[in-house]
C-alpha cells in the first residue's frame, strides 16, 4: 500500500475533526438567563449563591428530567479570601442535555425541616433540547 493511500485518509479524518464545532458548557448564574436552548450532549452548569450557615440550602425540585440528565451531587465551594467562619459561598449542579424536547429545572432556597414554609427564593427555568 503506498503512503498516500495512508496519509489521505488519516488527512480527511483530521480535517473533519477539526470543521465540527465543540459543545461549549452553559453556564447559568441567574434566572435572566433562561430560557435555554441546548444541543444534545451539551452541558449546563447552574451556580447560585449560597449560605448554608443560615440554615437555607437549595433543593432541587424539578430536575428537568426529560431533557436533562444529572452529572453529579451539589457541590458547594466558598471564597478562599473570605477567610471568615459562616461566609458565603456557592453551590454548583452540573447537568446535561441527554435527549430533544423542553423540560424544565427548577430549584427552591429553603430550610430542608421546614417544607411547609414558602421558599425565600426560586430559580425557574425552561430548557429546550434540540
Known sequence: MSVVRLILPASLA??????QQPLHSVVLESQSQCPVFLNVDQTVT?????????GYRWLV???GASVLRSLGPEVYSHPEEAGVVGAAGQSTWRF???????GHLMLVLQQP??????PAQTFSCDITVK
Not at 446535561?96 to 423542553?102: D, H, L, N
Open 14 to 19: 483530521a480535517l473533519t475533526a477539526c470543521a
Open 46 to 54: 447552574l451556580q447560585l449563591p449560597t449560605n448554608p450557615s443560615t
Open 61 to 63: 425540585q424539578n430536575p
Open 96 to 102: 446535561q442535555a441527554r435527549t430533544p424536547g423542553k
Open 113 to 118: 425541616w421546614a417544607p411547609e414554609i414558602p
